[in-house]
């Protein structure tokens, strides 16, 4: 143990000597977190509207149908899905709900019985978009009316404000950047201190030395896991000074950052153990991270991504991490935080256990 703490000490003033490593830690997740929050942060989404057809009528079609022709809406069909709560939890900005008798209550309106065929939108206030698709909805059910009775409301539509998360961009956003940060910062910490002290023969004269390579991994994984947590606290105070975000700080979000600092120190780690070159370590590395930052729902919500980058970003390991920071953190969704939290725990014990297992300064 002993052997550890003095290698952790060693470690802790070494990084602090190195500016690139203050960078990614400390400057990097600032100049992100104010560049897209200001960016993007007041601008609107792309209007997405989920809906859910219970009636699956010729009409109900032919509605759906003009909705998407008009252009302004991307409609998502929501069969089989929990619409309700994911409104609730901010993962959508509204849902359409098109009732089981849709079809017959406007034939039945339209023979003159006093009949009329009602619809639900459902939507969260706090999203600039919803009220948009609102709009839209209205438009296309006056087109209707209009066609059908000259303006008689045969389609109303009932909008719902849903007690939902009131999550906006930059509650989105923080959890994103706290993701990266701990991917950033733990995989280039990992690589660059690994590449350095192989380089400078370090490692050969450690051999020499009781410390055991296993010692070794232990004292720095302890070193970027409180690096990475002085971090995000500062990008934390950066978000409640800022832009008056106040997370919830608990024991999954802490685990998420603990194990994913883990995970992407272990990625980092298997990097170097097969790329020797620190130049070619740190560009191997790059050249799968930086990416992932964008195809991960860390900036952009997965929902609104090019259907293939939805398929990258299933496989991302960096999408678990943010989204479960994102549940844990700002919407409360805690199944939704455990569920991500098990997937990012079963890709860091495989990461971390790979770069752990082929670790050794005994062959440099």
Excluded: C
């Amino acid at each position: 143990m002993s052997r550890i703490t003095t290698d952790i000490k060693y470690s802790f003033k070494e990084t602090f000597r190195d500016r690139m490593n203050i960078f990614w830690m400390f400057i990097f997740p600032i100049v992100l977190f104010l560049l897209f929050g200001y960016i993007f942060g007041g601008q609107s989404d792309s209007i997405t509207l989920y809906y859910q057809d219970n009636d699956g009528s010729q009409m109900s079609n032919l509605f759906i149908h003009t909705l998407n022709s008009t252009g302004a809406l991307e409609l998502k069909d929501g069969a089989g899905m929990n619409m309700e709560q994911m409104l609730k939890d901010g993962k959508i900005s509204a849902y359409l709900e098109i009732p089981k008798g849709f079809g017959k209550n406007i034939q039945a309106a339209s023979s003159g019985n006093l009949s009329v065929a009602g619809i639900s939108i459902y939507y969260d206030k706090s999203k600039p978009t919803s009220m948009a698709a609102v709009s839209v909805v209205q438009q296309v059910a006056n087109g209707f009316n209009m066609k059908m009775a000259n303006a008689k409301d045969i389609i109303t539509v009932n909008s719902k404000e849903a007690a939902t998360s009131g999550m906006n961009y930059f509650d989105f956003l923080l959890p994103g950047i706290l993701a990266i940060t701990i991917m950033s910062a733990a995989t280039n910490m990992a690589v660059g201190t690994i590449a350095r002290l192989r380089s400078t023969g370090v490692f050969r004269k450690l051999s020499t030395t009781p410390l055991s390579s296993k010692e070794w991994i232990a004292a720095r994984i302890t070193t970027w896991t409180i690096l990475v947590i002085l971090s995000l606290v500062v990008a934390v105070f950066l978000a409640w000074l800022v832009f008056s975000i106040h997370p919830n700080i608990n024991l999954i979000s802490l685990l998420l950052i603990v194990i994913g600092t883990a995970l992407f120190a272990g990625f980092g780690i298997t990097v170097t153990n097969f790329v020797k070159n620190e130049e070619s370590a740190m560009n191997a590395v790059g050249v799968i991270t930086f990416p992932l930052m964008f195809v991960s729902g860390t900036l952009i919500p997965v929902e609104n991504m090019p259907w293939f980058l939805q398929y990258l970003a299933k496989i991302s390991p960096l999408t678990y991490l943010s989204e479960g920071l994102r549940s844990s953190m700002i919407t409360g969704n805690t199944g939704d935080a455990v569920t991500d939290l098990a997937i990012v725990a079963v890709l860091g014990i495989i990461l971390f256990g790979v770069g752990a297992a082929t670790f050794s300064w005994k062959e440099d």
